[in-house]
């Protein structure tokens, strides 16, 4: 794609079959069913392969290809507005966390502000990072973002994220890519704070969280990064017309 090559991996592509097998068992929907099953291929599809200008009807036209009957799927009436697709997923525990890019804060506030209201019954935390450069590689600082973290994730809160460094990013790998460690009934997390220390935090089964992106910095993040996340890119003018 135009500004990553590696912009989508495998992890795009197992969760695109784990979305479609999970909503095909939870609505029984028969084999034979055609159109019920094409409407959840597409919706999994923009769930999952958005992100890019025009990369899911990319990947319906890939698929059309090989199965010529999503070639007759009217993408407008199956693609959720993007304030829906956000509240749908955050509230899917199976989902994972999302990435959302855009170079419009004003597009931030607005997601913010409508998350806020969705999630009035848990806490909304929004983690900035700092801009002073001395705290990028600052072990006491990362340690102290971090510890807020674990005490967030194990209360169930929403948690959104925005010019957080990378250091800090790398010590949440686990935790984006909801790789728990399952105890008895509870989740657990392993996080990674400095070289030497990598302690367990509990995952609350509410807890989510959203990471937003620069798009004029995205050719920059790592691929291993992006392929955790599902991924929607944002503008004002989608926001305002949906």
């Not at 209201?117 to 600082?141: A, L, M, P, W």
């Not at 990598?198 to 990064?225: G, I, M, Q, R, T």
């Amino acid at each position: 794609m135009k500004h990553h090559r590696d912009f989508f991996g495998m992890r795009d592509f197992y969760a695109l079959v784990k979305d479609i097998c999970w909503d095909i068992k939870q609505k029984e929907v028969m084999y034979n069913d055609r159109n019920r099953i094409l409407a959840i291929v597409r919706k999994a599809v923009a769930k999952n392969f958005d992100g890019r200008p025009d990369s899911v009807t990319t990947f319906m036209k890939v698929l059309s290809n090989y199965l010529p009957a999503f070639s007759s799927i009217q993408e407008e009436e199956e693609v959720p507005d993007p304030l829906e697709q956000i509240h749908s997923s955050l509230g899917e525990t199976e989902s994972r966390c999302l990435l959302e890019i855009t170079n419009d804060e004003s597009v931030v506030f607005l997601v913010n502000h409508k998350l806020a209201q969705h999630n009035q019954q848990r806490n909304v935390i929004t983690i900035h990072g700092s801009t002073f450069k001395q705290d990028e590689h600052s072990e006491e600082y990362n340690l102290y973002v971090i510890s807020d973290v674990i005490n967030y994730v194990s209360r169930g809160d929403l948690l959104i994220f925005k010019d957080v460094n990378n250091s800090i990013q790398t010590s949440l790998y686990d935790l984006f890519n909801k790789s728990f460690h399952r105890v008895g009934n509870r989740n657990f997390c392993r996080v990674s704070v400095g070289a030497n220390y990598n302690p367990k935090c509990f995952v609350h089964p509410s807890f989510n969280c959203l990471v937003y992106v620069n798009e004029d910095k995205l050719a920059e993040v790592d691929p291993p990064f992006l392929n955790r996340f599902e991924k929607h890119c944002l503008n004002i003018n989608g926001l305002l017309t949906t």
